[in-house]
């Protein structure tokens, strides 16, 4: 991939976090970075001008199950691609499906092929096998493409565990095999960027097998999947631990479906460059905001006559104009424009949070940071 680099810029000196660039065909990105969850292509209640001319994300992420479902990828590709079709002209990463195999439990049947599944929306059967996730994604265009995976369940036994991470292997080879085939047919000669994803639930050696076979693969990154499913805190940063070693460190790492603020802090020290997550967006939606002193539940009646910004260290446009008996106001009567405000300072909250971590590691102060933030911060 000419295209797409990862450059490291500084790190810590007392933890394994690290502040990088990825050069992309849509722009650099600064790392640590978060990328919100537009699965759909669309982060619900905010604009794509919200998103890039106000909140300045470099890159969101799109979910190639969703969008294959509808309006389908051949549509997206007759479009232009996903950036031209949603009108979007910074990076983009587009999930495989892998975690809607674990989630839609009951719809799917898992087999060596692929997975055969029915639709959640008309009932219709389809079958993603590894090639035709790599077709369905490379009509999408974006600028980072994940392998197909299965997200193995938690709980679940070492034995079935090793059986899901080897096939997620063995269709880790097959997407590199297609996806080679397509990008040499790209008009640029170049196709989208291909990370591999490790699994293995929560068995470390599995995790370090996963991780060194598909580092020979010599992938432009990795994914860690299958985390933040349900597992204690204390055993997904201990899989970390366990696999960053045996991934390149000149290569970009990324945490997939994670996470609350607290798991953005521990899994940076632990040296994790990019995450994703629906928490910013669906608690602000449930009423539920992130502050610089922790979760303030808005629909609380302790909120119903306070008329203070929601965070006064915030400079987000909801925190700057609105306050937050107004905030509750919008809530106990179903108005549209509390989700968007909420959802606009959420989202601003964590595109700070991986700033601020980002400078205090150029600056050789991340661990003090840290634990300044994690005594601040203790709820989320």
């Known amino acids: 991939m000419s295209t797409f680099r990862y450059e490291l810029i500084a790190r810590d000196p007392q933890s394994e976090a690290r502040a990088g660039l990825l050069h992309t065909p849509h722009g650099i990105i600064e790392t640590p970075v978060f990328?919100?969850?537009?699965?759909?292509?669309?982060?619900?209640?905010?604009?794509?001008?919200?998103?890039?001319?106000?909140?300045?994300?470099?890159?969101?992420?799109?979910?190639?199950?969703?969008?294959?479902?509808?309006?389908?990828?051949?549509?997206?590709?007759?479009?232009?691609?996903?950036?031209?079709?949603?009108?979007?002209?910074?990076?983009?990463?587009?999930?495989?499906?892998?975690?809607?195999?674990?989630?839609?439990?009951?719809?799917?049947?898992?087999?060596?092929?692929?997975?055969?599944?029915?639709?959640?929306?008309?009932?219709?059967?389809?079958?993603?096998?590894?090639?035709?996730?790599?077709?369905?994604?490379?009509?999408?265009?974006?600028?980072?493409?994940?392998?197909?995976?299965?997200?193995?369940?938690?709980?679940?036994?070492?034995?079935?565990?090793?059986?899901?991470?080897?096939?997620?292997?063995?269709?880790?080879?097959?997407?590199?095999?297609?996806?080679?085939?397509?990008?040499?047919?790209h008009p640029k000669g170049t196709g989208p960027a291909l990370f591999g994803i490790v699994q293995g639930s929560v068995y470390e050696s599995l995790r370090q097998r996963s991780a060194r076979e598909l580092a020979a693969l010599d992938l432009p990154g990795y994914a860690l999947g299958g985390l933040g499913v349900g597992e204690p805190t204390d055993q997904m940063l201990g899989m970390i631990e366990a696999c960053l070693p045996e991934l390149p460190e000149e290569r970009p790492r990324y945490l997939m479906g994670v996470g609350l603020p607290s798991d953005l802090a521990q899994s940076v020290a632990r040296g994790i460059d990019m995450f994703d997550c629906v928490i910013p967006t669906r608690n602000a939606r449930n009423g539920t905001l992130f502050t610089s002193q922790g979760r303030v539940r808005i629909k609380n009646a302790i909120h119903a006559e306070d008329l203070s910004p929601l965070d006064p260290d915030c400079a987000c446009k909801t925190c700057r104009h609105y306050h937050r008996a107004y905030?509750?106001?919008?809530?106990?009567?179903?108005?549209?424009?509390?989700?968007?405000?909420?959802?606009y300072h959420n989202v601003f909250f964590y595109l700070k949070l991986m700033r601020t971590m980002r400078q205090a590691i150029i600056d050789g102060r991340f661990r003090l940071w840290q634990e300044e933030f994690l005594s601040a911060c203790k709820d989320s």
Not at 63 to 84: F, V
Request: charged fraction near 25%; charge should be negative; proline fraction near 3%.
């Open 35 to 185: 990328m919100p969850v537009g699965t759909r292509a669309s982060v619900k209640a905010l604009s794509q001008q919200d998103l890039g001319e106000e909140l300045d994300a470099r890159i969101v992420l799109g979910n190639a199950y969703h969008l294959y479902l509808r309006p389908g990828d051949e549509l997206i590709a007759r479009a232009g691609g996903l950036h031209s079709f949603m009108g979007w002209d910074r990076a983009l990463l587009t999930d495989s499906g892998g975690f809607q195999v674990f989630s839609l439990k009951g719809l799917t049947r898992i087999k060596e092929e692929g997975v055969d599944f029915r639709s959640h929306l008309d009932g219709s059967s389809h079958l993603f096998s590894p090639e035709k996730v790599m077709d369905i994604e490379h009509h999408l265009g974006a600028d980072v493409i994940m392998a197909f995976d299965e997200c193995t369940p938690y709980p679940a036994t070492e034995d079935y565990a090793r059986l899901s991470m080897e096939r997620t292997q063995r269709w880790a080879v097959r997407c590199v095999t297609r996806h080679d085939e397509l990008s040499h047919r």
């Open 327 to 343: 905030l509750r106001h919008l809530f106990q009567t179903n108005e549209l424009l509390g989700l968007h405000l909420a959802t």
